[in-house]
């Protein structure tokens, strides 16, 4: 989860300067991510040929239940590749659940925005900035804090 919220800073770091996630911070936090979960699997002696086969089927299937918020224009194609790696970590279930609480978390921050901005054109908010925020949520409720 550590490499996760490092990769969800990182891009909400893009974003914020170039509102773009590159394709390259995502690709490479792909094969990183996927080489810790199957080294950690294979130092643990719990490595399984289906538990591979797992981490480009969460993927896929992430971004096929993604496609339609993208063809809406809700999200960009960063936001989406950015939930992909996150679903290959965190499955498929709590990826949603991230996903749909950062919706909620986008909704209410794009309220006073929309409101600052009336009348200026196209609105750009920052999803990622919401996907950061509703992982943590998402950590902190299933861990212990001491």
């Given at each position: 989860?550590?490499a996760?919220t490092?990769v969800?800073?990182?891009?909400?770091?893009c974003?914020y300067?170039s509102y773009k996630?590159?394709?390259?911070l995502m690709?490479?936090?792909?094969?990183?991510?996927?080489?810790?979960?199957i080294t950690?699997a294979?130092?643990?002696n719990?490595c399984?040929p289906?538990?591979?086969?797992?981490?480009p089927a969460?993927?896929i299937?992430m971004?096929i239940?993604?496609?339609?918020?993208y063809?809406?224009?809700?999200?960009?194609?960063?936001d989406?590749?950015l939930?992909?790696?996150?679903?290959?970590?965190?499955g498929?279930?709590r990826?949603?659940?991230?996903?749909a609480?950062a919706?909620?978390?986008s909704?209410l921050?794009g309220?006073p925005v929309?409101?600052?901005r009336?009348?200026?054109?196209m609105?750009?908010?920052h999803?990622?900035y919401?996907i950061l925020?509703?992982?943590?949520m998402?950590?902190l409720?299933?861990?212990?804090i001491?």
């Amino acid at each position: 989860m550590a490499a996760v919220t490092a990769v969800t800073l990182a891009a909400a770091a893009c974003d914020y300067i170039s509102y773009k996630i590159p394709n390259r911070l995502m690709l490479y936090a792909a094969f990183s991510i996927a080489g810790g979960i199957i080294t950690e699997a294979v130092w643990m002696n719990t490595c399984s040929p289906g538990m591979i086969a797992d981490i480009p089927a969460r993927m896929i299937v992430m971004l096929i239940i993604l496609i339609p918020v993208y063809l809406v224009h809700a999200v960009g194609a960063g936001d989406i590749k950015l939930m992909c790696v996150m679903a290959s970590v965190t499955g498929i279930k709590r990826a949603c659940v991230i996903f749909a609480v950062a919706l909620v978390i986008s909704a209410l921050y794009g309220i006073p925005v929309l409101i600052r901005r009336r009348g200026c054109g196209m609105h750009r908010i920052h999803f990622s900035y919401a996907i950061l925020a509703a992982l943590i949520m998402s950590i902190l409720s299933t861990q212990i804090i001491w």
